[in-house]
């Protein structure tokens, strides 16, 4: 279930990624070409951003392609359990955090609306408490384990 969920976040993410340059390029077609640069690309491509970010970013707690220094989990070898078990443990407790005052930022922005684009500032932020959840049910089973992801075959 993890697994699948975490792919669809990765899809999600490169849709999202895909729709922001075809947005951005239109913006510069529009400023350069069309000499009228349509006022709602920015913010669109800004909304975009925040949600393959944090979307993607669930899926490399899961998955353990986020930034990490593993010098000293190579140096320790088997005794490396506890550290990754310690990372875990934070990594869960971050996603608690974003996923309490994302949920709270949300709320209080609700009533904001983004000019440009008609919608709620609320829907812009609303990955943070999503993401944040998953985060921290991804990292909950390492905080217990401490044993590092094993992609499948069909994921090399």
Do not use: K
Not at 31 to 59: C, G
């Amino acid at each position: 279930m993890a697994r699948t969920v975490s792919a669809w976040l990765v899809r999600l993410g490169s849709i999202g990624l895909v729709l922001m340059a075809i947005i951005v390029g239109w913006q510069v077609f529009g400023r350069f070409v069309l000499q009228s640069s349509p006022s709602w690309t920015e913010q669109a491509s800004l909304v975009l951003m925040i949600w393959y970010v944090m979307f993607v970013t669930a899926a490399g707690v899961y998955e353990e392609f986020h930034i990490r220094i593993t010098l000293l989990e190579e140096r320790l070898g088997e005794r490396a359990v506890a550290v990754r078990r310690m990372v875990a443990l934070v990594i869960f407790l971050l996603g608690i955090v974003l996923c309490i005052f994302g949920a709270q930022l949300c709320w209080a922005v609700r009533g904001n609306v983004i000019a440009s684009l008609g919608i709620s500032r609320s829907v812009a932020y609303f990955p943070m408490p999503v993401s944040g959840l998953l985060m921290a049910l991804f990292a909950l089973p390492r905080v217990f384990t401490g044993l590092p992801f094993e992609p499948d075959e069909e994921d090399d």
